[in-house]
């Protein structure tokens, strides 16, 4: 069964559904298969320093963040195939379809807030 959280802003308002990929396996798949994501869903692996597109379909945005949520780096519209994008210090990465970073704030430094979301 898949867990999700809740991107939210602080005043609580949800901005994305997100499914953790919080285990080896769940890790190892990540977005491998999928066809794309909708601006409202993401996945976040945790823990998680490095990732790839290789094998994938589509490009996305991707937002490195430390062991409290803070933002240390993102990347936006990478695209498939490419190799090993690693951040020092990084404990979890937000992966979004492309262009999803562009309509919330989370620059360097931004703290980001999740709640626990439903099924």
């Not at 780096?73 to 990084?90: H, L």
Request: overall charge positive; hydrophobic content about 40%; charged content about 25%.
């Amino acid at each position: 069964m898949s867990k999700y959280v809740e991107l939210i802003t602080k005043e609580g308002t949800p901005v994305l559904h997100i499914r953790l990929a919080d285990n080896f396996w769940l890790r190892l798949k990540g977005l491998l298969g999928k066809e794309g994501l909708s601006p409202k869903e993401g996945l976040l692996l945790a823990p998680c320093r490095s990732v790839h597109t290789i094998g994938m379909k589509f490009a996305i945005d991707l937002v490195f963040l430390d062991k409290d949520n803070r933002v240390l780096a993102v990347y936006r519209n990478v695209p498939p195939g490419k190799p090993g994008i690693t951040v020092k210090n990084a404990a979890k990465v937000l992966e979004t379809a492309a262009g999803v970073t562009d309509k919330f704030p989370c620059p360097p430094g931004a703290q980001l807030h999740f709640k626990t979301g439903g099924a």
